[in-house]
């Protein structure tokens, strides 16, 4: 039986859809029905991230080149790309709530694969199978939208991105630690382990959700490219985004691998500290979602691809300082961009979100395409810029990155509705 089968058998048996949980913060969610969301989003986007602290320590221990460990990043993004094409989706079509629960379990076995490879060509197939499986983190956040009520489902979608954008910056943070004492295969496992945790927690908290229509599925991928043309608001989102992407991967996806050489000769554990300093951005992401609400989207997205650019080209002065002042302002460049990047994405998602909401899975997986598609460049050009020109080469190609997406956003008729 194909995956499109076994996921509409699965719907089938869900029975009647449930309209919403009980309001009790003020979006049409409760609060633990909040919780578990942007709990499901974090623990399962974090997956996409566990490699990069440990590229340094992980390429020695299987014998790979720092070119060909560079591969594991993209090949993760390239794999989310490719599911958000291919498997989003079907969000509108079936019940999310049995597509969760499909995906998790291949999530599972995808990690188990990535910490038992024995060399670089299974662990880029593992890293392909993470990144298509992961993208249930974007049936989640429609979920979200879809329950939360209309006045503040930027609110709504905020609180869910904390979750997801914690569990991307926290990622690396944890693995480094254990990493460290543990070895980089324990990461992998360790993962495995919340996956299969949280895919029970969703087996027992989703509601089940009504499907938006009963396009086929070749009609429904084929309606994304009808949306995007159609659509101009989403087009610029989905630009922007992706540009803002290039830069946050170049950084994440090279940083590990600058630190662990010279001056700084730094381990798997204090790179992933730096996601710390991320995180400290991405909390702000309910109060961008808050500010798109009252607002309007637009100047969110302006300030904070503007701030992205501002924070980029500040490392560029890194070499000019001593090396504990170049950690010092690689950390504060970091919550400022970290920042930047995430609330536009909140802005963005509600931007699209505001469009069609009988397509809300077609018009994120769209705007997420073009995000990871983002960061899959990011990643691939942030390790050639790196063994070219070193961190200054990294560092300007995501200001450039951000300077574009601030373009995008200032172009003549590029207004969004409230």
Known sequence: MSSLQTIQAAAAKAGPAIAAAPASNGTGLSRPLTLLLAAGAGFTVASLYYAQPMLGVLGGDIGASDRAIGMVPMSTQFGYALGLLLLAPLGDRFDRRSIILIKSAVLVAALLLAGAAPGIGVLL????????????????????????????????????????????????????????????????YAAAASIALMGV??????????????????????????????????????????????????????????????????????????????????????????????????????????????SFAAMTAAPMLSSSAQLWLIA????????????????????????????????????????????????????????????????????VAAGAALTVRMWPGSKEAR
């Open 332 to 399: 504060l460049a970091a919550i400022g961009f970290d920042l930047g990047v995430q609330a536009s994405l909140v802005s963005h998602q509600t931007i699209v979100y505001s469009i069609e909401p009988a397509a809300r899975s077609r018009l994120n997986a769209i705007l997420f395409v073009g995000m990871f598609v983002g960061m899959a460049a990011g990643a691939a050009l942030g390790s050639l810029a790196l063994a070219q020109w070193g961190w200054t080469g990294v560092v300007t190609l995501a200001a």
């Open 125 to 188: 197939v593992a890293s392909l199978a993470l990144g298509l499986s992961a993208t249930l983190a974007q049936d989640i956040i429609p979920a979200a939208a879809t329950l939360a009520v209309e006045a503040h489902r930027g609110k709504a979608v905020g609180q869910v991105m904390t979750g997801l954008l914690l569990g991307i910056l926290l990622s690396r943070v944890v693995s480094g630690f254990v990493a460290e004492h543990f070895g980089w295969r324990a990461v992998f």
């Open 201 to 310: 927690a969703m087996w027992r908290g989703l509601p089940r959700f009504r499907p938006t229509t009963h396009l086929s599925y070749g009609a429904l991928l084929g309606s994304l490219t009808g949306l995007f043309r159609q659509h101009g608001a989403l087009r610029r989102a989905a630009m922007a985004q992706g540009l803002l992407s290039i830069g946050f991967s170049a950084f994440w996806s090279t940083l590990a691998v600058m630190l662990h050489g010279a001056p700084f000769h730094l381990g798997a554990e204090a790179a992933g500290m730096f996601g710390l300093a991320g995180a400290a951005g991405a909390l702000a992401a309910p109060l961008a979602g808050r500010i798109a609400d009252s607002k309007g989207p637009e100047l969110v997205t302006r300030l904070g691809a503007g701030l992205a650019m501002v």
